[in-house]
């Protein structure tokens, strides 16, 4: 299959419950077999731009399109089947309970003969190194692992544009590798057209041969090869928020650890009676941050989860200090969650699993009122104003860009100042800019005499953050992955 040309001429678009567009007076030509990194800060419309390439972005209710999109001569709102789109969200890139199924999805979809499907799923799931029976369910699955998943659900369907969006966030260093050099194979043999979304340019920068920076709310602010771009642009892009190579952030830091606040001993979790880790010993010590890291399925987010009160271990057990646990227990898994309000605060890995309201400063009110913190508006408006959200305050959350759902996350947990942070992944999605001031911010939060423990990949997090370190490893596998085939 060759690659698919895309044309943009005057094309924007604004969301129908936004007052400013998204994007506005796009113009660029893609020829078949390109790749292009799309670039801009958080917000600057880059998701938006790649949902409207795979004809995904909604009809008239959902927003108001300006100017013409299309790919190859056609309406991208018109061609579907052509694009294949990995979506910023892990969890939204997933359709079916099972392994096997989910990859088949779209082939089914697009009429492949059942014999070719399964030739199709087996080559997919080995290439991007999600080595497991075709029937494991979905929901075993850690988040970098539903990524790759995603992936080979598109890889299976042989799109001739290959739409990516921040597909190697949530994956560790080992799955960057391996994901990076499978996408490079895989459009060098077919010819198809590439098209990344990722906030740093090292990432991708041997794969792509071009890049085009987008501007918030506008059009194209650059557009060329990518050793021009950067040449001409990298310390002007760099100040707007783009992750340039050689402009690295340093935070003025004053750790201070003072004393431990909740203890694991021995502690296995897992999903119903299947363990992914075990025999876990750590301490949450007040005055430091934590950082939790491993490969994708080692079981972090699960134990972050137990470390946060919102599941119960498999076994050992999870204990708060004298002082910090309330009366009640002094295991946070049986606090209430007006007791976790202000005690352990958790962010999620997909953000929108913890929201609740219409709009985001209703959300951000939330906490507040329920922990009945005095002076919560001024809480909130200081929020906004940290996060650059003030401008979007009475935006539904789900409208928000997925850097501007994860800043909301963590605004969300800031909002009722637990002494504990329990982050996943707090800074995905986040430009240059939005990412220091979310460190700055879980970093004061920290030399205040708070706790940290964020799950991350994220390696200059880190290197600034990782005043300690629990390091997990993927638990062996007793089933047998050699036996594939058709469900």
């Known amino acids: 299959m060759t690659g698919a040309r895309i044309v943009a001429e005057g094309w924007g678009w604004r969301h129908a419950s936004r007052r400013h567009p998204a994007l506005d007076g796009v113009d660029f030509?893609?020829?078949?077999?390109e790749r292009v990194l799309l670039l801009g800060p958080s917000g600057a419309g880059k998701s938006t731009l790649l949902a409207a390439m795979a004809g995904v972005l909604g009809g008239a209710d959902e927003g108001d399109e300006s100017g013409s999109l299309t790919i190859d001569g056609t309406r991208a709102s018109e061609l579907r089947g052509r694009a294949g789109l990995v979506l910023q969200d892990p969890q939204a890139n997933t359709i079916l309970s099972r392994i096997g199924d989910d990859v088949a999805f779209g082939c089914e979809n697009l009429r492949v003969p059942r014999e070719e499907i399964w030739h199709r799923v087996d080559g997919a799931l080995d290439a991007v190194g999600l080595r497991y029976p075709l029937e494991r369910s979905t929901t075993e699955l850690s988040g970098g692992e539903r990524q790759r998943l995603a992936l080979a659900g598109v890889l299976a369907m042989q799109p001739g544009l290959l739409l990516l969006d921040e597909p190697t966030a949530n994956l560790d260093p080992a799955g960057i590798t391996e994901v990076r050099e499978t996408v490079d194979r895989t459009v060098s043999a077919s010819g198809t057209t590439l098209v990344v979304v990722e906030h740093r340019v090292e990432a991708w920068y041997d794969v792509i041969?071009?890049?085009?920076?987008?501007e918030p709310g506008g059009g194209v602010l650059a557009d060329g090869a990518k050793d021009a771009v950067i040449g001409e642009h990298g310390d002007s892009l760099a100040a707007r928020g783009v992750w340039i190579p050689g402009h690295p952030i340093t935070i003025d830091r004053t750790p201070n650890p003072n004393g431990v606040l909740l203890t694991a001993s021995g502690v296995a979790v897992g999903f119903g009676e299947t363990v992914v880790q075990q025999g876990v010993d750590m301490a949450v010590r007040a005055g430091e941050s934590l950082v939790i890291t491993g490969e994708n399925g080692a079981g972090k987010t699960t134990l972050a989860h137990a470390l946060a009160g919102l599941?119960?271990?498999i076994a050992g057990s999870v204990n708060a200090t004298d002082g910090f646990a309330p009366s009640r227990s002094p295991h946070p898994y049986r606090w209430r969650s007006r007791d976790l309000l202000t005690r352990i605060g958790t962010e999620f890995q997909q953000p929108e699993h913890q929201f609740v309201a219409a709009s985001v400063r209703e959300e951000l009110t939330v906490g507040p009122r329920v922990a009945k913190l005095p002076g919560a508006g001024a809480?909130?408006?200081?929020?906004?104003?940290?996060?650059?959200?003030?401008h979007l305050a009475n935006a539904h959350p789900f409208t928000l860009s997925g850097g501007e759902q994860r800043r909301l996350s963590v605004a969300t947990v800031l909002a009722t100042a637990p002494r504990v942070l329990v982050l996943d992944e707090p800074t995905f999605g986040q430009d240059r800019t939005t990412w220091r001031e979310l460190a700055v911010m879980i970093a004061e939060h920290v030399d205040a005499g708070g706790a940290a423990v964020s799950v991350t990949h994220d390696e200059q997090f880190i290197r600034l953050l990782g005043d300690a370190r629990i390091h997990l490893e993927k638990l062996a596998l007793h089933a047998d992955v050699s036996q594939r085939g058709g469900l």
Do not use: N, W, Y
């Open 29 to 33: 030509t893609i020829e078949p077999g």
């Open 379 to 390: 809480i909130v408006d200081r929020l906004l104003e940290s996060l650059r959200l003030s």
């Open 209 to 214: 041969d071009r890049i085009i920076v987008l």
């Open 311 to 313: 599941t119960a271990p």
